[in-house]
Every structure is written in C-alpha cells, then in structure tokens.
C-alpha cells in the first residue's frame, strides 16, 4: 500500500492558495497541493506546543520506537519515495536511493539520541544535589531547501523528535512531497503522536511568520546565505536560537603529485554531481599549473562524455536543474564569465531544463562562475604554482563549508587543510560527503558551524537546565 496517496496527502487543509506540484524535465503536473499561510503557522504551532509536552514526557525507548519505525519505513517504501525524488527533485536515481539511505540513518541515529546521558552531577559548595540536564527546546522549526530535499529536512526533523520536541517543518513548495509530505507519512505510519510533525509547505512569508513565532524558540534553516542572513537577524531581534547551514564555494586543490588517472572521477562527481545543485559543490577547481592544461583537457573530455537527460525515463549521468530561474542563474554567470575573459572548454549550453556540465579554464578574480556560487554542473578551473599560493586561493573566499585536497602525501594535505578555514575537509576526495554520524556545518558566510550529527544534535534541539535538590529548606540570614 503506498505511502503517498495525492488525494489525500494533506490531513488538514491550509488556507493558502494551490500549488502545482511539477516535474521539472518535462513539465508535467504530478499533484496538487495548498500552501501554507502566517495564520497557518500559527495555528500549528499552538497545537504543536501543546502536543510537544506529553511527547516531552514519553519514555525515551518509546520515542527511540517511533525513530527506529521511520527508518525501517525510509526502505521499506524506497521504491515509491525513489520515484519522487527522481521526478519532484530531478535527482538521477541513484542520488535518490543516497538520499533514502541517509534517511533512515538519521533516524536510526536519532533513536540512539533518545537516551543519551544528558547531563552531569555537579560539585556545589551548598548540602544539595547540584546536576545538569538536556531538556528538550519545545518546538523546533525546520526551513528546508530543494536540492537534496529528503536529507535536509530529515536531519532536523528526525533529532529533534528523538529528543522530544515537536517539529513544525516549512520545506520548499517545490519539493514540498519529497522534502516534506513524505516524511509526514513515514512518520505518522511509524506512530508518532498526532500534533508533532506539521507539513507547511509555503513561501516567504510563512518562513517568517514561523521565525516569528514565540513559540519556536529554535530555527534550523539550510538555504543560501542570503536567506540565512535574512533568518539569522529575524531570530536575533525575536532572541531565538538560529542553526544556519548555508551556502558554499568550496574548493578542491590538486597539488602537482596527484594521480591525474584516478582525480579525474573524482572531480567531475564533485562539480557535477545532483547538476551542481549541492551546497558544498566543488566551485573552484585550484590545480597546480604542472598539470593544469591535462587536467583541464581530461575534465573537458569527462564532462563531454556524461549523458544529460530525464532521470525518470532515461538512464542518464546528470538530471534537469531545479527550475528555469535557477537555469537562467546558471547560463548568465557562464555567459558573463565568458565576457570577462575564461575559456568555455566544455559545455555552457542547455536544451530546456538540462544544462550541460561546463568546465571553465583561464578563470581568475574577475570571473563571476569563480568568485559566486553557482549552484549548477560548472567547474571553474585555476593554476597555482606553490602551496602558499593555493593556500590564499582557498582561503580568500567569503565562503568556509567545505575543501577537498589531493595529494600522494596525506599529511602534506592535512597540514595545507589547517591553513584553510572550513567547516569540514576531505584529504584524496571531493568536496561533496554526507554522513548521519558525521557533524556537518560550515564557517563565515557558509553558516554557523556544525549543527547536524552526533553530539550537534544534542546541543542544537535541547536547553541546558541546572537543578539542585536539597534535603531540607534552605536557610537564609533574613
């Protein structure tokens, strides 16, 4: 029995308008849905609120349940919730089954979060039990992107439930199902307690209502950055806790003892892969001018050779870009790159939805598709001479998400990676990773640090609460 029935996949009816759900290779309407609005907002974070406190007191192995259920769930419907991804999200199929499988490992390692020691007992210099506690926030709200939809909004949910708060989730109407409707369901068949989970698919103005909100006191948003500064100083004046993972330009430096057999895979998986549309997107390609000229020529020829076409219906390398806004984005900062000087030397052309993987070559400060984020299959590609050079280069963005280094000498890359500020770094990789068990964030411009994985969780969805119990009333001088 399917998961997702479009007739009936939302159980309560918002007020805002209807919104066709749209499959972005060909065009086609897959469903229908309404849109949240502030008053929505509103009204589901009264009944979440509300819900949110018997959830709170709920035993940890019974919440540890229900995330365990939702994982078994994640594969268990992997064949319905893959066509979704693939149509809704472009995803080629096999990011879709990435996608599921970091799902359920979320939630597996949600479950394990439930009964995580949490607290310490305390010295005190008072006859009293003095300890600390993690209880939970209350009510979390999770604003979620369209690119990897399933992951980014999992990875808040599925912690945040764990943990026992109730979760109102906002992902973006244009992967509203998979990003959103999706996990509703797996959840609700998993038995999670009515009120907990609410679906608000809606636009801007629902964003900021749930910003808003007093009864949100935690806001986790993944977007770009200038979303996120948007959200960070909305939370600020309303004195609320905002985790902002956002945008990246991340680079990956080819020293000149690299493998040029062996990176070439490697770095068209890191600009290509989901059509750029990834937050830590290999942006900036930083190769030492020894190889430069292969290098750019094998990208070239591997970029030439990826087949691009419809995920759903084809078997095909890389899948439609999002939506032709994001399209439009993409071909001006290639045209405009291309007015300033670089060298298209593969790609930089789109039939409808599908753009070509493009590498760049000649590409310098002045290069628009070097210094900005993307967001689409575009390889910028740039020679240095020494280490200390690549170091700069790598370092000079505004951007610190994530940095991949390839070298035959690990340790030379860990060294260059401490001169490089970066939320996460990858030695003989690309710059694209995701583990459930790993903590994931960046720095600067790309967000406020590792807020996702492990111990993060932990910090991000509860409040440190001291207690001390005495035995007997406290006295005092007066």
């Known amino acids: 029995m399917p998961l997702l029935d479009t007739r009936t996949w939302q159980p309560r009816r918002l007020a805002g308008p209807g919104y066709t759900v749209t499959e972005p290779a060909t065009g086609h309407a897959l469903g229908t849905l309404a849109l949240a609005t502030p008053e ?16 709170a007191r709920t035993p940890h192995f019974a919440r540890a349940a229900v995330l365990r259920k939702a994982g078994d769930l994640f594969t268990a419907h992997a064949d ?8 809704e999200s472009g995803s080629v199929p096999g990011k879709a089954d990435f996608e599921l499988h970091v799902a359920a490992q979320e939630c597996y390692e949600a479950a394990a979060l439930a009964s995580r020691p949490a607290g310490q007992v305390l010295p005190s210099e008072a006859p009293r039990l003095s300890y600390t506690r993690r209880v939970p926030a209350g009510v979390v709200g999770v604003i979620s992107p369209f690119n990897a939809p399933l992951i980014l909004s999992i990875r808040s949910v599925a912690p945040a439930l764990a943990l026992g708060n109730a979760v109102l989730l906002k992902p973006d109407p244009r992967t509203a199902v998979c990003g959103g409707l999706s996990l509703a369901a797996v959840f609700a068949a998993a038995g ?6 609410h679906v608000l698919p809606g636009g801007p103005d629902a964003g900021q209502a749930l910003v808003a909100d007093p009864r949100v006191p935690v806001i986790s948003f993944t977007g770009s950055t200038a979303a996120g500064r948007a959200v960070g100083e909305a939370a600020g004046r309303h004195l609320k806790r905002a985790h902002l993972e956002l945008g990246g330009n991340s680079a990956m430096i080819v020293l000149e003892d690299a493998d040029l057999d062996a990176v070439i895979s490697t770095a068209a998986w890191g600009s290509f892969f989901h059509q750029g549309q990834i937050c830590m997107t290999t942006g900036r390609h930083l190769v030492h001018a020894s190889l430069y000229d292969e290098y750019v020529q094998r990208l070239a020829a591997k970029a030439d ?14 899948g439609p870009i999002i939506d032709a806004g994001q399209l439009d984005k993409i071909s001006g900062l290639v045209e405009a790159s291309r007015s300033a000087g670089a060298k298209v030397a593969a790609g930089g052309t789109h039939d409808r939805l599908f753009y070509r993987p493009t590498v760049l070559a000649h590409v310098d400060d002045r290069t628009p598709a070097y210094t900005e984020e993307v967001f689409g299959p575009v390889a910028p590609v740039r020679s240095f001479t020494t280490a200390d050079e690549a170091a700069a280069l790598a370092a000079q963005s505004p951007y610190g998400l994530s940095l991949g280094i390839v070298t035959r000498d690990p340790a030379r890359g860990l060294d260059l990676a401490d001169r490089i500020p970066t939320g996460i770094v990858h030695i003989n990789d690309q710059t694209v990773n995701d583990e459930a068990v790993a903590p994931f964030g960046g720095v600067a411009a790309s967000g406020t640090g590792a807020r996702f994985g492990g111990e993060a969780n932990l910090e991000a969805f509860t409040e440190l609460r001291w207690t001390t119990v005495r035995g007997d009333v406290a006295p005092y001088p007066f």
């Open 80 to 87: 319905e919730l893959r066509e979704w991804l693939v149509r």
């Open 192 to 197: 999670l307690p009515e009120e907990l989970l």
């Open 305 to 318: 050779s990826l087949a691009v076409g419809d995920p759903y219906r084809d078997r095909v390398h890389l």
């Open 40 to 55: 929505d907002v509103g009204a589901a974070a009264g009944r979440a609120a509300t819900a949110q406190l018997e959830w």
